[in-house]
């Protein structure tokens, strides 16, 4: 463990490196842990949001570095100490509103549908056996179109007439048209897999950087970087709650409950279990 001195010389080494060179590997390889332990310690983040600051920290470095030297500061610990207490405290901010966006939390709708809280129902949509994928489609146009339009938009699976018309008459109140949803919709899609792309990519060059310091380290930081990649990989991502009770000019809580609910619905009928995947071929 480094004194403070010591981080604070190790720190200084690195900015002078990069100015030299315009390699901020150095510089990433020495603060990721100082900001991850700044902003765990002294500030309490869970290792979630520890992970995002250094992830931002990667992300502004060229930023970080600009800004002090045109700033003319002359304490570069200290700027930087500043740097990532403004992105705690953006985290909090962060997280603060999402919990007020997200009054009522899935832990409410999960308990009351245990049932629904237990299934992957990702897992059996994104299913590469045809049989399975095939008997799940079957049942979701059983389900009431609106139910099933709600389980459609929240795992981006492709609509049929019924649920489009239902769609439709739902986005009138927007002024929008279904092909305009559709369009937007991709759009969101593709640019949220580009950033997950250059983040993804972001974080295995800070990795590659680390490989030569201490194992414990290694190994915290990549079960980080592991976390954080198994959250935000999921492909389809999914529409958030929010967004579909703004497209279908609902509430939330009337929007998760019908999710939860047909989803415990879903799973109790079971239908293309116990046909057997085979025999459903």
């Not at 899935?106 to 009351?112: A, E, L, N, P, S």
């Not at 792309?197 to 970087?225: C, I, M, P, V």
């Amino acid at each position: 463990m480094y004194s403070n001195l010591e981080w604070d010389q190790k720190l200084i080494s690195s900015l002078e490196f990069y100015y030299r060179n315009g390699d901020p590997d150095l510089f990433l390889k020495e603060a990721w842990g100082w900001a991850w332990a700044l902003s765990r310690r002294k500030f309490r983040l869970d290792d979630d949001s520890c992970a995002d600051i250094v992830l931002k920290l990667v992300h502004d470095v060229e930023h970080i570095m600009k800004v002090y030297q045109e700033g003319n500061y002359t304490n570069f610990p200290a700027f930087l100490t500043t740097y990532v207490k403004h992105l705690v405290l953006n985290q909090k901010k962060k997280n603060v509103i999402r919990a007020k966006m997200e009054i009522v939390t899935d832990d409410f709708y999960t308990d009351r549908f245990p049932k629904a809280s237990t299934y992957d129902f990702t897992q059996d949509i994104l299913e590469q056996a045809k049989e399975i994928s095939l008997l799940v489609r079957e049942t979701l146009d059983q389900l009431d179109p609106l139910a099933s339009l709600v389980i459609k938009m929240k795992h981006r699976i492709r609509l049929n007439l019924k649920e489009c018309r239902i769609f439709k008459q739902r986005l009138s109140w927007l002024g929008l048209g279904i092909r305009q949803y559709f369009d937007s919709d991709r759009e969101e899609e593709i640019r949220s897999r580009i950033r997950k792309r250059n983040a993804e990519d972001q974080l295995k060059r800070l990795f590659q950087s680390l490989y030569h310091t201490e194992s414990q380290n290694r190994t915290r930081w990549n079960g980080a970087r592991k976390h954080w990649s198994d959250r935000h990989s999921g492909v389809p991502e999914e529409k958030s709650f929010r967004k579909i009770a703004y497209y279908l000019g609902m509430s939330q809580h009337s929007v998760r409950t019908l999710y939860y609910s047909t989803v415990t619905d879903f799973k109790k009928k079971e239908r293309w279990r116990s046909m057997g995947w085979r025999a459903a071929a």
